[in-house]
């Protein structure tokens, strides 16, 4: 057992110097995990190792709560780096803390990356958008400078291309997301961010019935497909459609019912044979 491990800094032997008083002298315990291949012996070493440097791993998660993510939640993924420190870290290598805090802070970081983004882009032009964002405040910070810098500027700070400095500056509009309720004008009778987005329009959902139906109209007789255009384009009434052709309103309902079905079985066939041939 690791009897003297959450001891004041005074009561603990004396080793190489701390930085910080949340720093444990866990030497030993590197040292004798470092002879275990596994087992419980191993675990149980692991978890007081961890329990021991977890308040360092709490005060890193805290420089990052002011971004807009939970504090308890900050400190479980810290905790998460800390386990990867424990179980990768080698002590012949140097002491344990110049290990832990870069690995700790890559977690968080990752997960600010990973998870915080309301739009979803790629590793890549995150990274530009940093860079952009660096260079842009190191030019505004210089003295004398009042105006926004150019993107020829921003490009020659970061040693960027003007074509990379307009994607990290698109990138930047991504990190958070406005509500859709969010107001788009000052005025009290002003209106949201949803006013300003156009609705459906109600015609698209009749483009794939009519691409689906073209196959089967143009199949059918001259005489069928006039009796459909008439009914259901001119919305002529059966009885007058029988007037115009010269037959019976029957003779009219009949080869209005045999056509859409004829139409409807060339539409279903298609689909099927579209289904098959992506199965293929």
């Not at 709560?65 to 179980?87: S, T, W």
Request: hydrophobic content about 40%; charged content about 30%; proline content about 5%.
């Amino acid at each position: 057992m690791l009897t003297d491990l959450n001891a004041p800094a005074a009561r603990r032997p004396q080793g190489p110097r701390r930085i910080h008083e949340d720093a444990p002298d866990t030497a030993a315990a590197f040292a004798r995990l470092a002879r275990l291949d596994g087992g419980p012996e191993y675990d149980l070493l692991c978890e007081e190792i961890v329990t021991a440097w977890l308040p360092m791993a709490h005060r890193l998660a805290s420089r990052f709560r002011n971004k807009g993510e939970n504090l308890d939640d900050l400190r479980q993924v810290a905790a998460m780096g800390l386990i990867k420190a424990v179980n990768r870290y080698e002590p012949e290598r140097g002491a344990f803390e110049s290990y832990a805090v870069p690995t700790i802070t890559g977690e968080l970081r990752r997960h600010f990356r990973d998870r915080m983004w309301d739009v979803r882009v790629p590793r890549r032009v995150q990274e530009l958008r940093n860079k952009v964002r660096v260079a842009r405040r190191d030019l505004m910070d210089r003295p004398g400078s009042d105006t926004e810098p150019s993107s020829a500027d921003v490009a020659a700070q970061a040693g960027l291309s003007e074509g990379e400095v307009r994607e990290g500056m698109e990138a930047m509009t991504s990190y958070s997301a406005l509500s859709l309720d969010a107001e788009m004008s000052f005025d009290p009778d002003g209106f949201s961010l949803a006013d300003t987005l156009g609705s459906t329009d109600p015609a698209y959902d009749c483009i794939t019935d009519r691409e689906a139906a073209k196959t089967g109209l143009r199949r059918l007789p001259e005489r069928e497909r006039t009796i459909l255009y008439l009914r259901f384009f001119e919305d002529m009434t059966q009885s007058r459609i029988a007037e115009e052709l010269g037959i019976s309103q029957m003779h009219v309902s009949r080869l209005i019912t045999t056509s859409c079905a004829r139409v409807r079985a060339e539409a279903v066939r298609g689909e099927d044979g579209a289904g098959h041939a992506q199965a293929a």
